[in-house]
T-cell receptor, first 113, second 111 residues
Framework: NAGVTQTPKFQVLKTGQSMTLQCAQD?????MSWYRQDPGMGLRLIHY???????DQGEVPNGYNVSRSTTEDFPLRLLSAAPSQTSVYFC????????????FGSGTRLTVV | DAKTTQPPSMDCAEGRAANLPCNHS???????VYWYRQIHSQGPQYIIH???NNETNEMASLIITEDRKSSTLILPHATLRDTAVYYC????????????FGAGTTVTVRA
């Protein structure tokens, strides 16, 4: 089925470990973004991309890296995990700047101990 | 970006219409009004959007006041599955790629 696929769905990391959250979409969307959601905080934008090879920072980029080598994939890398990065992460994509609505993935629940 | 104000929560009886208000008094002329919802633990789901005219789709209707300073999302026949957090967002569109989610309105549909 067409949509945004995030893997893994759940992950537990130890402080200082690194990992990559995967996001893939098969709708040929130009725009992709990563959000984190914490209790009582709503969704906050981490990084976004307007096309292959182009990325930019969002509201809370520190501690995260992204790259966009293909239209389909937009991985989020945690270089050295910290307990403050415990959160639910959502990836989203859209045809253009969101005028037609963003499609969100089902999320990755990350716990850093 | 314009800010939005929504009530933190509201209840609705199953089968009745749910009217969700949103204030966006500082909206600019080229900003759209978007509505998303998030059912527990799932990713947000796009519902509807509009610029100045009222809009309707299979999920909901969006009523935007003439001065565009407020809008109302209408779920015509609420079901238990409509229980979710509903977010009203203003979004420029052409050169803005960043959705800004506030706290939204928690809607509880009761049998």
């Amino acid at each position: 089925n067409a949509g945004v696929t995030q893997t893994p769905k759940f992950q537990v990391l130890k402080t200082g470990q690194s990992m990559t959250l995967q996001c893939a979409q098969d709708m040929n969307h130009e725009y992709m973004s990563w959000y984190r959601q914490d209790p009582g905080m709503g969704l906050r934008l981490i990084h976004y991309s307007v096309g292959a090879g182009i990325t930019d920072q969002g509201e809370v980029p520190n501690g995260y890296n992204v790259s966009r080598s293909t239209t389909e994939d937009f991985p989020l890398r945690l270089l050295s995990a910290a307990p403050s990065q415990t959160s639910v992460y959502f990836c989203a994509s859209s045809y253009s700047t969101g005028v037609y609505g963003y499609t969100f993935g089902s999320g990755t629940r990350l716990t850093v101990v | 970006d314009a800010k939005t104000t929504q009530p933190p929560s509201m209840d609705c009886a199953e089968g009745r219409a749910a009217n969700l208000p949103c204030n966006h008094s500082t909206i600019s002329g080229n900003e759209y009004v978007y509505w998303y919802r998030q059912i527990h633990s799932q990713g947000p789901q796009y519902i509807i959007h509009g610029l100045k005219n009222n809009e309707t789709n299979e999920m909901a209707s969006l009523i935007i006041t003439e001065d565009r300073k407020s809008s109302t999302l209408i779920l015509p026949h609420a079901t238990l599955r409509d229980t979710a957090v509903y977010y009203c967002i203003v979004f420029y569109g052409s050169n803005d790629y960043k959705l800004s989610f506030g706290a939204g309105t928690t809607v509880t549909v009761r049998a």
